[in-house]
């Protein structure tokens, strides 16, 4: 090659790089420049009042190329980084000194972005916005006037006529969970304006209504703490603050260290933000109750942990909150930050333990999945094997003590938490402690947890080892050794009538028979039950369904994948047999039957005969409120088993919604190509206005079995409680049984868990079931539960 020919070549290549590096820069810079802003507050060598200096200069400098790139990435931090709130002001309060314009659109962008929060319901970002636009006015960013505006705005959505109340209240603690960060500057400047916004907030709190709290309360009494709704508990904290003239101690601000220059520079004025019109479609913040756990005697001395009406109560609960939802995907840094969270004389660990707790308990919902919680705790043990262990210890024996008062889904939660948290220490635990439990009726509260908590343990481990871990003490609370149960097999089978044919099915199955020549081995098998009576409902065949489906969970009984294999095989004799509800019901009777004793198993071949369409979810709903099922009634797993059905058809719903959805955007596209006369593919299957047709009627009778399904479910709640009401009365006793507890907060469990879908046929079951002529009790349960959004 030529040296001409080679320098050509030369030139190209470097032409290239000098492109790829001109397309990489600007990237490589917005990628430090996020970097920068994101880890700013972080621990480091220099002080952070050095480090925001630094950072200001840097940004200022990057201002005329990356302006918008450094705003959006500034208005991210405000909803995504909230436990650095006051860093943040600072850096814009900095800004804003050095360029104001800068400052002001950074003002109209987070408007901008606060606007469509509240327009799309995204209030918790809403919320952190509205927060960080209050402390600007401590950097000097903002005038105190404008801010105040802002909050009589919000106040003003009160005195609204017609709309739920739950609107007012997410307006209302907008403004007061703002209040501690900007109080002080609004009493020095504007107190005149602030107390009369008080006094408009004063004048809601004191008339709301409050027939919600029975459902969302963890306790059923007040001893030894209050259970407050969280408006009401934050503005006592508030008030407290009031009278303290504003003054707390807990926000870190370092702006405090600019004043001389902040107080220098150029404010600006709030835009008008007005709440944007209620609409029915509008859904808001469900009200929540104040968990409380510990108070000052239960903290080791040296400590002082503030009252529950002390805005340091509040300010570190809220602030621990938002370093979980900040780092609750990874357990490990989600545990270093809540143990590095800088606090002076305050039983840190006791906090997290209450605030982790209280985000479990949680209801109608826990924000994330009890997995997180489990696994988390964890993570804190190991960060501070010393004292997080024995916190957590003396968090567990204080749950139990008040464990007769707990709600039943809290019970469950803390029943799934104990469990895998034994499951990580090898099961130890001292036992010997709760030994009350073992002279104690199985339908009390302490003794279910704690059959409950050794069930869930096998789940973790195996029959023996749970045996072996617990005192021979606790042999009554300790569950039967798992083992199918096959009638057919048993001393005195020979006088059923469907003893012979089983043992034929047997030996077929073993012999790799095909479903039909199963089939033909139950055809003349008469129609009678297995006890040899005579079925008068011609519409199902219940010897047949004993003698196939109990033969063939025995012989699949080695492991979950055998019974699974087995299901699958034999899947279309299952689908023949179970062609009614009767038959759908009889077949779980005799799944129920054969594994009594294993209730996981029930649980997941239940959840696959439903996956499989075998069973339908009506005929689950209808089967545990048999009389079959009376004796395991509030059993955990049969509620496991009602809620898996549940989200079963919802998913189902969702599904067919979206194809629904899916389609007919596909087909609109394709229109407007048409119309467009652009050309439309064969492969890009439209689907046709026929096609979607038919989804939509097969959307339409899933939503119907739906609705059914809730139906069934709330029925037959009716007549059981009912029928014990009736007998109660009649017996001249007390309702209030451990029975009744269990039942009535059942119910409460459905609407709770539930709530989103149940309030879609809201109006159906007012009309249909919770009418005014059932019992008070039955019927408080579903005014409390309509509450929730009134």
């Not at 739950?166 to 002080?184: H, K």
């Not at 008040?402 to 939660?413: F, G, L, N, P, S």
């Not at 080695?558 to 179970?578: E, G, I, Q, T, V």
Request: charged share 25%; with cysteine.
């Amino acid at each position: 090659m030529s040296r001409r020919r080679r320098e050509s070549y030369s030139d190209d290549e470097d032409d290239e790089r000098s492109r790829k590096r001109r397309r990489t820069e600007p990237v490589d810079i917005e990628d430090r420049l996020e970097s920068l802003i994101t880890r700013v507050g972080e621990k480091s060598t220099s002080s952070l009042e050095s480090n925001l200096e630094g950072l200001a200069s840097v940004l200022e400098a990057d201002l005329p190329n990356y302006k918008v790139k450094i705003m959006r990435i500034l208005c991210g931090c405000v909803v995504d980084l909230p436990e650095k709130q006051t860093v943040y002001t600072t850096l814009v309060g900095l800004l804003n000194a050095k360029n104001y314009t800068c400052g002001g659109e950074f003002v109209e962008m987070l408007v901008r972005n606060l606007k469509e929060s509240l327009k799309s319901g995204e209030w918790e970002n809403a919320r952190m916005m509205v927060r960080f636009l209050a402390d600007l006015v401590n950097c000097h960013v903002l005038v105190a006037a404008s801010v105040l505006q802002m909050f009589d705005n919000f106040v003003e959505v009160t005195l609204e006529d017609n709309i739920p109340q739950v609107r007012s209240d997410v307006y209302v603690y907008m403004v007061l969970s703002s209040l501690p960060w900007v109080g002080r500057e609004l009493f020095e400047k504007k107190e005149t304006e602030l107390n009369k916004l008080l006094d408009t907030v004063d004048a809601y709190i004191s008339k709301r209504q409050k027939i919600h709290v029975p459902a969302l309360r963890v306790w059923s009494v007040d001893e030894p703490h209050p259970q407050e709704e969280y408006l009401d508990c934050l503005w006592a904290q508030i008030r407290n603050l009031r009278s303290n003239k504003w003054l707390e101690k807990q926000i870190n601000r370092p702006y405090m260290a600019f004043d001389s220059v902040l107080c220098d520079a150029l404010q600006h004025t709030l835009p008008q933000i007005i709440p944007p019109s209620h609409n029915d479609e509008m859904v808001y913040p469900i009200p929540r109750i104040v968990f409380r756990l510990f108070d000052y005697t239960d903290v080791p001395e040296g400590t002082v942990l503030p009252g529950s009406h002390a805005i340091e109560r509040y300010l570190i609960e809220e602030q621990i909150d938002r370093i979980i939802h900040t780092n609750y995907k990874e357990r490990k840094d989600c545990a270093a930050a809540l143990l590095s969270y800088p606090v002076k004389n305050l039983p840190l660990n006791y906090m997290i333990v209450e605030v982790m707790f209280a985000q479990l308990f949680q209801l109608p919902c826990a924000p994330y999945i009890e997995l997180f919680y489990g696994s988390t705790l964890i993570e804190l043990c190991k960060l501070q094997p010393s004292s997080m262990p024995q916190v957590l210890a003396q968090a567990s024996e204080m749950l139990f003590e008040r464990i007769d008062h707990m709600h039943t889904i809290c019970i469950e939660r803390l029943v799934h938490w104990f469990a895998y948290h034994l499951s990580n220490f090898h099961f130890r635990w001292s036992w010997e402690d709760w030994s009350e439990v073992t002279s104690m009726d199985i339908g009390m509260p302490k003794a279910m947890f704690v059959r409950e908590v050794l069930l869930k343990c096998m789940r973790f481990s195996y029959h023996q080892n749970i045996v072996d871990s617990v005192p021979a003490t606790f042999t009554t609370l300790l569950p039967e050794k798992p083992a199918s149960e096959y009638k057919y097999d048993k001393e005195g089978a020979g006088s059923l009538p469907g003893t012979m044919a089983a043992h034929q099915l047997m030996s077929a199955i073993k012999a790799k028979c095909t479903p039909d020549e199963a089939a033909q081995l139950l055809r003349e098998l008469p129609n009678k039950f297995p006890n040899g009576e005579d079925n008068d409902n011609s519409t199902y065949h219940p010897l047949k369904i004993d003698v196939f489906v109990s033969t063939l969970l025995f012989l699949g009984s080695k492991s979950f994948s055998h019974s699974f294999a087995a299901l699958a095989k034999f899947y279309p004799n299952l689908k023949s047999l179970a062609e009614t509800e009767e038959a759908q019901i009889y077949m779980l009777k005799v799944v129920y039957s054969t594994w009594r004793t294993h209730q996981q198993m029930m649980v997941v071949l239940v959840d696959k005969m439903l996956r499989t369409e075998v069973v339908q979810c009506q005929a689950v709903a209808n089967w545990i409120f048999s009389e079959s099922m009376q004796k395991d009634f509030t059993s955990f797993f049969v509620w496991e088993i009602l809620h898996g059905t549940i989200k079963k058809m919802t998913k189902q719903v969702n599904q067919l919604q979206s194809e629904v959805d899916d389609a007919r955007d596909r087909l609109d596209a394709a229109k407007r190509k048409e119309a467009d006369g652009m050309e439309i593919f064969s492969d890009d299957e439209v689907p046709t206005e026929e096609m979607i047709e038919r989804m939509e009627e097969r959307l339409e009778t899933a939503t119907s079995q739906q609705k059914n399904l809730f139906l069934i479910i709330f029925q037959r709640f009716i007549m059981v409680l009912t029928e014990h009401l009736a007998k109660c009365e009649s017996a001249g006793i007390d309702y209030n049984t451990p029975w009744y507890k269990w039942v009535i907060e059942r119910l409460q469990h459905i609407f709770l868990q539930h709530h989103e879908l149940v309030f879609k046929y809201i109006n159906t079951l007012e009309s249909l079931l919770f009418t005014s002529d059932i019992d008070i009790h039955i019927l408080e349960v579903f005014q409390q539960f309509c509450a929730l959004r009134s």
